[in-house]
Structures are given as C-alpha cells and as structure tokens.
C-alpha cells in the first residue's frame, strides 16, 4: 500500500528556513518521481516542485532559488529545503507521486499535508 507522510511544517519568520521531509512506504522513491504542493486558504492547489526518477528537479517560478528538492533512497524519503521564506508561502504542503518516473500525468498517491506559516 502506498503511503506518503509529510512534517517539518511550522512557524517561521519571514526570511527564515524549514525543511519538509515526505516519508515513502509501500514503494521505493528512487524509482519514482515525487512532487511537492500547497494550499493557501481559499486558493487552488498549485505545483511548488518535483524531482524524477532520474534525480531531474523542476520548481515553480515562485519558488525558484529558494526551494530545493532532494531524495536520500537510504531513508526512503524526499525533502524540500526551503529558504528566504515570504508569507505568501503560507500553506499546506503535500507530497504525492505519480506511481511513474517522470514529473508528469496524474498525482494519484497523496500525503496528508504539513502546515507552514511564515509571519513576523
């Protein structure tokens, strides 16, 4: 059974960091792609990065030289290294994955989602 399980959310001043881990069960991350997203309150749901399975990372413009995304294959897990945070990052963050390789078609395996909150 596939299961995805988000944390490293929290609280955190504008310009600070936090690192958000997605621990994989049920399959092996290193063969897939893995995706990060958020929502804000009353607001769709949007694409903040992925990495392939081939280690290709893709990043929403928003998000560009501030967010990194990375995998340990060891701990089975994906991690979104967040940096120079805004309170426009305010959100929930998921994790999900195609059940594919490449950063691309249906998401249909999701996380439950960690909360970030970026306020002074």
């Known amino acids: 059974q596939v299961q995805l399980v988000e944390s490293g959310g929290g609280l955190v001043q504008p310009g600070g960091s936090l690192k958000l881990s997605c621990v994989a069960s049920?399959?092996?991350?290193?063969?897939?792609?893995i995706g990060w997203f958020r929502q804000a309150p009353g607001k769709e749901r949007e694409g903040v990065s992925c990495?392939?399975?081939?280690?290709?990372?893709y990043y929403a413009d928003s998000v560009e030289g501030r967010f990194t995304i990375s995998r340990d294959n060891a701990q089975n897990t994906v991690y979104l290294q967040m940096n120079d945070l805004k309170p426009e990052d305010t959100a929930v963050y998921f994790c999900?994955?195609?059940?594919?390789?490449?950063?691309?078609?249906?998401?249909?395996?999701w996380g439950q989602g960690t909360q970030v909150t970026v306020s002074s």
């Open positions: 999900a994955t195609p059940e594919g390789s490449m950063c691309a078609g249906d998401f249909g395996s």
């Open positions: 049920g399959f092996t991350v290193a063969y897939y792609a």
């Open positions: 990495i392939s399975s081939s280690d290709d990372p």
